[in-house]
């Protein structure tokens, strides 16, 4: 009697008897045991999940009970950053809308609400990435910031639009259904602005090219986005995208923007009755004024500013509003080094005098919040040096002290 041939799987070269079911191919064998393995690395790949987690996943919607109101948004904002009302008001209004937009049902009225993009213009150090950022601490949604300078056109070096995607998907754990509802900052938006209206020889490729890239990416479309980021090539699986329910707050500091908004108001304010407007107008606050068509004369596509129809502003830091930064919010620069300092047992104090120093010293300089850690960072460099080899249990910063250091630093004049 001739004996029948045993088949072996073709992944594992396990033999029939040894496994309890091989599945016959048209060239080939598989075994119970592959296939289980199959199935785990297939699932294990960015962007799949199983039909359990789809089907949790389905149900995800928030609940609009459960979301902070604006108010409550921007009394939480309130805590980290002073004054720019106008801003918080704005962007705490813009998430409430974007929860409700997620939330919304499938109704018959056929009304469906549109995302409202937002575009922060305000000068350097006022706050906008710190609202971003201190946003993102209260929201359970996936949030990003992303920096424009690095984008270029397609195929030219640099990063390609879409890897904002990229990055909204790593901050979700590649849990696409999460990053289709999440929140992208695009910071240094007025980098990417045209950089002339003459006609080039040349390519703007990191200017009015990736505001091109962007536009249907912020009005709502299917993008093509690598797993691992990087550029595209043509045998590579993507990971389909959905951007309409993406919400997309952008910020720029439009450095000289100030003389497009006097140039359109001085056209306004010609005629009868115009010193009486001109005397209207704070000169020390123009970015109060801005409007849609300074962006676009900045250098902005009309096509792009049309899908950021939220525009909101950020007032310059005064005096007073520099001296309150200093050591009233939560994480404001004093209590940093303040706790600093405790870590060693040091008691650090400054003297209401050299608090007002360093803010005059930063209002000298025009950088804003930025400035006061500069200078702070500057006055304190030796006495954190020196101080955890001593043993002393108080530290006192005078005026007097913080002016050495200046002059001993010669990175600022006194």
């Known amino acids: ?35 289980e393995q199959a199935y785990e690395i297939v699932q294990a790949l960015p962007g799949n999940q199983t039909e359990e987690k789809a089907a949790n996943k389905a149900d995800q919607k928030p609940d609009i009970n459960k979301v902070p109101k604006p108010q409550e948004i921007k009394d939480y904002l309130d805590q980290y950053i002073i ?24 109704d018959k009225d056929d009304v469906e609400i549109e995302k409202s993009n ?32 690095v984008f270029t056109e397609a195929g030219y070096v640099g990063e390609d639009v879409e890897s904002i995607l990229s ?37 703007d490729v990191s200017g009015e090219g990736v505001q091109q890239g962007m536009l249907k990416l912020l009005e709502g479309t299917v993008v093509n986005v690598p797993p691992k980021g990087g550029r595209k090539h043509p045998d590579q699986d993507y990971i389909h995208v959905d951007t309409r329910n993406i919400l997309f707050i952008c910020g720029g500091a439009f450095d000289g923007i100030e003389r497009k908004i006097a140039q359109r108001l001085n056209t306004h304010t010609v005629g009868y009755n115009s010193v009486q407007n001109t005397h209207r107008i704070n000169q020390k606050d123009m970015m109060q004024y801005v409007a849609p068509q300074d962006l676009k004369s900045f250098g902005l596509i009309p096509e792009i500013i049309g899908r950021l129809p939220v525009l909101t502003h950020l007032n310059p830091l005064d005096h007073d509003a520099l001296r309150r930064i200093l050591v009233e919010p ?26 007002d120093y360093i803010v005059d010293k930063a209002t000298e300089y025009k950088l804003g919040a ?40 010669g990175n600022l004049s006194s």
């Open 1 to 35: 009697m001739v004996k029948r041939k045993e088949n072996h799987c073709s992944f594992c070269g396990r033999s029939e008897s040894e496994v309890s079911v091989l599945i016959t191919g048209v060239n080939g064998f598989i075994c119970d045991q592959c296939i």
């Open 167 to 203: 990055r909204l998907l790593q901050v979700a754990d590649y849990d696409l259904e999460a990053a289709e509802r999440g929140i992208v900052f695009i910071d240094e938006i007025d980098k990417i602005a045209r950089k002339s209206d003459n006609p080039s020889i040349t390519r």
């Open 83 to 106: 004054g720019q009302d106008d801003a918080k008001r704005h962007l705490a209004v813009a998430v409430y809308n974007h929860y409700k937009r997620l939330a919304q049902k499938d």
């Open 330 to 355: 939560k994480n404001s620069i004093i209590k940093q080094y303040i706790k600093l300092f405790k870590m060693d047992n040091i008691e650090l104090t400054f003297t209401t005098e050299a608090l």
């Open 118 to 149: 937002i575009v922060m213009v305000g000068s350097t150090g006022t706050g906008k990435t710190l609202l971003a950022r201190t946003i993102a601490k209260l929201l359970n949604v996936p949030f990003t910031i992303v920096d424009a300078t």
């Open 370 to 409: 930025r400035g006061l850690r500069s200078i702070v960072e500057t006055i304190m460099t030796d006495a954190m040096f020196e101080a955890p080899s001593k043993n002393i249990s108080k530290f006192e910063v005078t005026k007097q002290y913080a002016e050495e250091q200046i002059k001993k630093s």
